[in-house]
């Protein structure tokens, strides 16, 4: 859980429909260091997934990611 003595930041993009907003987003986003990433949508995943192998992105609203995003080099977490 969190604890509250940690920090927690939400930043937040918007890019409406401009693609080279939302590459620039993700590069802005990823210069940051953030234990982890959240992107609605496909068009906000893949650019950033394409800026990191090592942050974590949860994406949501993607209704088939492994064709929408680049899966061979997917991990999962040991999950117990």
Same mark, same amino acid.
């Given at each position: #859980?969190? +604890?509250? &003595? /940690?920090? =927690?930041?939400?930043?937040? &993009?918007? /890019? #409406? +429909?401009? $693609? /080279?907003?939302? &590459?620039?987003? %993700?590069?802005?986003?990823?210069?940051?260091? $953030? +234990? @982890? @990433?959240?992107?609605? #949508?496909?068009?906000? %995943?893949?650019? =950033?997934?394409? %800026?990191?192998?090592?942050? $974590?992105?949860?994406?949501? =609203? !993607? $209704?088939?990611? !492994?064709?929408?995003?680049?899966?061979?080099?997917?991990?999962?977490? +040991? @999950?117990?």
């Amino acid at each position: #859980g969190l +604890d509250r &003595r /940690s920090q =927690l930041r939400i930043e937040v &993009r918007w /890019s #409406g +429909d401009n $693609p /080279s907003e939302v &590459r620039r987003h %993700a590069v802005e986003l990823v210069a940051t260091e $953030p +234990d @982890i @990433i959240v992107a609605n #949508g496909a068009a906000a %995943a893949v650019p =950033l997934i394409q %800026a990191t192998r090592t942050i $974590p992105i949860v994406f949501a =609203l !993607v $209704p088939d990611p !492994v064709a929408a995003v680049d899966v061979t080099y997917w991990h999962f977490a +040991d @999950i117990k």
